[in-house]
């Protein structure tokens, strides 16, 4: 049984529907990336699953538990976190405080500490007394990992962690990714930079409007197979 | 006239204003709820007191430690039942919704204990002063005073040094964000508007010992609470100590110079006030 799966997961916005009968898997100890060009239905996707939008109960399972119709904090108490896009930092929270929120409510394993956050990102412990939102984009980030990390989830979502930032830093942010795997979570990670999601996932699927496209191994995929799921042009 | 002692007596009404107004300005703070019912429910926690005095026989102090668990239930389900419906983008519902409420209230409290007016009996200490430097300071005014430090002080101690705290605030910036961190905004909501109405019964004691109280005086109360919030600068809780404070000694100064210049000295110090800094005093800089 796979750990998370959604199962014909539809979503909308007033009239606008954003997505039509997903089914994703993801297995214990996998790292599943979400490819697709912007507006294919990634971001609601993961807002989906993690509760900010509510769907029918058997639309998203855990372990086989349906938990399609929770709202966000309950699916959070299940060991769901999610990095959000943008980052959402809390503007009145210094950094530390920002970390401490994430564990605040479930403390899961308790591999992932303050300690070991900050043993992960060392910058974040020189900047804790810092507000949240004055770092750069880059440490911004690393708080939003840290900060789903305290939870200790057993699954990781994380959309679009490397948008707007420098490759050097998103070398650095997807450094932590096998560490993050060792200490047991599974992870879906979003991203629109293809290279980047092919070198860490065990497993892609790519959508276009709202649709899976196409899914495989990273080494089964084709280049050419994957432009045609990602942009819908057929190569000759 | 001794301006020393106008000045002293203003600071110290002013902590009574600042009680007013401290429940208000938490939970616009933490919820951007404007809840125009606050002084009624200043008024009906006076009622709720009066009520235990009587029953019990005990004094109001003891009576208001029965009262404060029952004002927090009563805040916890007013905001579950009620207001968590009405909050979003658009500030109009609550504030009708909340005008309604003052309406209701003032009327049931009418039914229930009549337009008399009633008083909380202060025993001894009602009446009892200090002789300090020369100053004859009343212990009355000078607990008040010190109560709305000590809730002061006890609110920002809540707001940043504890998790629920760090839930409130967080919260009050992203709610949705808040949601992923496992925290359910309604009842961080409900918790804040519990914490809210105990103020207000702490509010509701000095009043009623210090002066006559009937159903119709919340208005007037929401009027000075609302000053000294808007003074200090929206969701600031040391700045509607200090809003509390520049309203009492407008008042006491404004009293000494013609009595029947009070209640005005106190609005028009508000509005200079907001001439030079419309923000208030101490506005937040998130906001």
Known sequence: MALLSTHGLTARYGQFQALFGVDIELGEGECVAIIGANGAGKTTLMRSISGVLRNAPASVRLRGEEIGALPADEVMKRGISMVPEGRRLFPSLTVEENLLIGGQVRKGSGYWTLERIYALFPILAERRRNAGTALSGGQQQMVAIGRALMANPDVLLCDEISLGLAPVVIKDIYKAVPLIRESGASMIVVEQDIGQALKVADRVYCMMEGRVTLSGRPEELTREAIHAAYFGVQHA | ?287
């Open chain 2, 1 to 287: 006239m001794n301006w020393l002692d106008t000045i002293v007596q203003g600071v110290l009404l002013g902590g009574l204003y600042a009680l007013f107004a401290a429940g208000l300005s938490l939970v616009f703070g933490i919820m951007r709820l404007v809840n125009l019912a606050h002084g009624d429910l200043i008024v009906l926690a006076a009622y709720l007191i009066l009520v235990i005095v009587s029953v019990l026989g005990i004094s109001p102090f003891l009576a208001v430690t029965i009262a404060l668990p029952l004002m927090f239930a009563s805040g916890y389900v007013l905001q579950r039942v009620v207001l968590n419906r009405v909050l979003g983008e658009d500030i109009l519902p609550p504030l009708l919704v909340t005008f309604g409420i003052s309406v209701v209230l003032q009327n049931t409290m009418q039914e229930a204990f009549s337009a008399d007016t009633r008083r909380l009996p202060p025993g001894d200490i009602g009446t009892a002063s200090l002789q300090v430097a020369g100053l004859n300071i009343g212990v009355m005014p000078l607990l008040t005073f010190a109560s709305a430090v000590l809730v002061i002080v006890v609110l920002n101690q809540i707001f940043y040094r504890t998790a629920l705290g760090r839930a409130f605030r967080a919260t009050s910036d992203d709610a949705t964000t808040a949601s992923l961190m496992g925290i359910r905004p309604s009842r961080i909501f409900a918790q804040a508007t519990g914490i809210a109405l105990m103020i207000v019964t702490i509010a509701a004691l000095y009043l009623g010992m210090r002066a006559n109280f009937d159903p119709s005086i919340g208005p007037a109360r929401l009027i000075y609470a609302f000053e000294a919030v808007i003074i200090g600068g929206l969701g600031s809780l040391w700045g509607t100590l200090a809003g509390g404070v520049i309203i009492g000694v407008a008042q006491t100064v404004g009293a000494a110079i013609n009595p029947e210049w009070q209640i005005l000295a106190g609005h028009v110090a508000f509005l200079l006030v907001l001439l030079v800094k419309p923000r208030g005093l101490f506005p937040r800089a998130v906001d």
